[in-house]
């Protein structure tokens, strides 16, 4: 399409400013923190951080006021990159190099190592938002793209909504792709290992929108005929039917839901193995014996995602698993989106990632910014998540934050008490001990 060719030649070199930097320091891993913290940064919120790195210095001043541990730092979104990349849509990336001459990605991430953070390249893997002339489409075709149960695909939609609204409408509105569909997985893998290539010092790939569309009301799978699911485009349902034996459900039939259900469930699966292969795979084709001695040295990539925050609905109507994520050990940790002003329901949920299967790696994702005009309820939801034995938090986002001082200026104080209180509990400790 028009201005997407000229965006994905050969991948660009890093601006020469950097080329110092990027040998010097970034290899040491940031601290370790008892309880971790991340910190969403939008890639076009209302900062927009590395199209403007003067602001580089203000996200890690902030950060470090909030407590937080890792950045979790948008680099693509709806097909776009914001990174070096000779795949997917690389003008936001060039825009930023040709106006400030150095790749402010890079740039974020030695200036955070410098200051102890790790940083978590944030991509959206199935979601394009509304981009309908993305590289992967013009790559794959349309047949890239999902399609619901009575044979439409996304791209008919109007203003990609439902024909059915409001009876049925999508809950994010958006091109999805289908990870059954050929070619989908592969694109993808290849296109984060790219990433992670080009950014050898990133500690992590933090995965958003991988997921089945979702759809309000939602309906516990295709079982019971009602509402509105995904994933039944043509060659996907004919690679069911070769890898299974049998027909797809597909407009009024019912048949084989149940195992259609499961199959979609291990399209996912499948497609966060492939990723998660390709972007841990060995990069340097040095002799054996040194590629392992470095790999030795720098921690391995951690792989994480934002994930829907109840993971019954999660599993039966938009087939993430992220349970079983955990519990196979493909996910580091989980970031159970936890966006609610109701505050009981809040630690219902907290309690149970606690309890749960793999709860020792789930962070959960509080939306702060819900409380923008009241921050005493932003540290009430900290504190009531803590109190259900959350193992990690992360706040939504520093876009919100950044936007609102008297909701940063309360999360800080927060912090700084904390520290404060536990100085003076070790003081005494060490007191008691003499």
Known sequence: ??????????????????????????????????????????????????????KIPVLLSDAKALGVSDLFVQVYRGGRAWFNSSRADARPYQSILLEHDQDTFAELIRQAHEQGFRVHAWVNVLSLAGNRNAPILTDLGQGAVSVDRKGRSVLEYKRLELPEHPVL???????????????????????????????????????D???????????????????????YGAETRARFYRETGR???????LANANRWDDWRRDQLRSLLIEIRQAVQAPVSEEPASETAEAEEEKPALLISAAVLAYPERAYLSMFQDWRGWLDDELLDFAVPMLYTLDDRLLRYEAASYSAGVGGDRVWIGLGTW???????????????????????????????IADHPALRDALALQISEGREAAEASEATDEHETQ
Request: net charge negative; charged share 20%; aromatic share 10%.
């Open 209 to 231: 929108y991988f997921r089945y569309p979702d759809v309000l009301p939602f309906a516990p799978g295709s079982r019971f005929g009602v509402g509105m699911d995904f994933g």
């Open 370 to 400: 819900l409380f923008a005009k009241n921050p005493q309820r932003a540290l009430d939801q900290i504190d009531l998540a803590h109190s259900a034995g959350s193992h990690g938090d992360a706040l939504f986002s520093w876009d919100s």
């Open 247 to 253: 027909q797809a459900p597909y407009r009024d039939s």
């Open 169 to 207: 409408r999508m809950g994010t509105p958006a091109v999805w792709l289908d990870p059954a569909a050929p070619g989908v997985s592969t694109w993808l893998a290849e296109t984060f290992r790219e990433l992670v290539l080009n950014y050898p010092e990133l500690d992590g790939l933090h995965f």
């Open 1 to 54: 399409m028009e201005g997407v060719d000229s965006a994905r030649g050969a991948a660009l070199p890093a601006a020469s400013s950097l080329d110092s930097g990027l040998d010097s320091g970034l290899n040491s891993a940031p601290a370790q923190q008892e309880h971790p913290r991340g910190l969403w940064v939008l890639c076009e919120g209302s900062q927009r951080v590395l199209e403007h790195p003067e």
